[in-house]
């Protein structure tokens, strides 16, 4: 079984700084990649930030001002956000792509969600 869980979420105000992790943890044999999605109320879901083993991506809403990372012997992976935005509001979550057992296909698990609000 495999868990995956963030946190670090809260309430800043803009111009401020938050710090999120994502550790996923169970039986795992490897973590291809991991992502951050983020969802604001009444919108659809979207990408914010996602690290391979050897490569990073950013929304463009978010470059320059997001900085994805990843700690590949704990199955961690952070998003420091900087400079935020009332627009940043939302809750995020985490997505890790996961291979559970060496042959097996890679699954993908998601977080709960961690709320992120961005005063003004």
């Known amino acids: 079984q495999v868990q995956v869980v963030e946190s670090g979420g809260g309430l800043v105000q803009a111009g401020g700084s938050l710090r999120l992790s994502c550790q996923a943890s169970?039986?795992?044999?490897?973590?291809?990649?991991m992502g951050w999605y983020r969802q604001a109320p009444g919108k659809q879901r979207e990408l914010v930030a996602g690290?391979?083993?050897?490569?990073?991506a950013y929304a463009e809403s978010v470059e320059g001002r997001f900085t994805v990372s990843r700690d590949s012997g704990k199955n961690t992976a952070y998003l420091q956000m900087n400079i935020l935005k009332p627009e940043d509001t939302a809750v995020y979550y985490c997505?890790?792509?996961?291979?559970?057992?060496?042959?097996?296909?890679?699954?993908?698990?998601w977080g709960q969600g961690t709320q992120v609000s961005v005063s003004s």
């Open positions: 169970g039986t795992i044999y490897s973590v291809p990649s």
């Open positions: 997505n890790a792509q996961i291979i559970t057992h060496i042959g097996t296909s890679v699954r993908t698990y």
């Open positions: 690290i391979g083993r050897d490569n990073v």
